[in-house]
């Protein structure tokens, strides 16, 4: 089992930065490919960013390729969101997951945070 814990969310003006955090604690978190996936208002959760367990590994999807990146701290078993040039369509609740392989999609996920808001505002 892993747990995830997402932090750093709130709100910010068109242009703004953001760092999102997920702080993993159970089983090896490096063991694990971690992601990113949001969940605006009334839309379906969608990738924002993977991580494989390595770190060697990313892949974005192409509305934040550019101003998003992914990272990892193994040693804090954290995996951060650096979020910048923000958009109104960036707003909605970021979910970090943690499974076996890298995936875009959510079904492959085994572990989910609870999630942290972000809302971007004009």
């Known amino acids: 089992q892993v747990q995830l814990v997402e932090s750093g969310g709130g709100q910010v003006q068109v242009g703004g930065s953001l760092r999102l955090s997920c702080l993993a604690s159970g089983r090896t978190f490096s063991d694990y490919a971690a992601a990113w996936f949001r969940q605006p208002p009334g839309k379906e959760r969608e990738h924002v960013a993977v991580?494989?367990?390595?770190?060697?590994?990313?892949v974005y999807a192409e509305s934040v390729k550019g101003r998003f990146t992914i990272s990892r701290d193994t040693a804090k078993n954290t995996v951060y969101l650096q979020m910048s040039s923000l958009k109104p369509e960036d707003t909605g609740t970021y979910y970090c997951?943690?499974?076996?392989?890298?995936?875009?999609?959510?079904?492959?996920?085994?572990?989910w945070g609870q999630g942290t808001q972000v809302t971007v505002s004009s």
């Open positions: 991580i494989s367990g390595s770190g060697g590994a990313t």
């Open positions: 997951a943690a499974g076996e392989n890298i995936a875009t999609f959510p079904e492959p996920y085994d572990f």
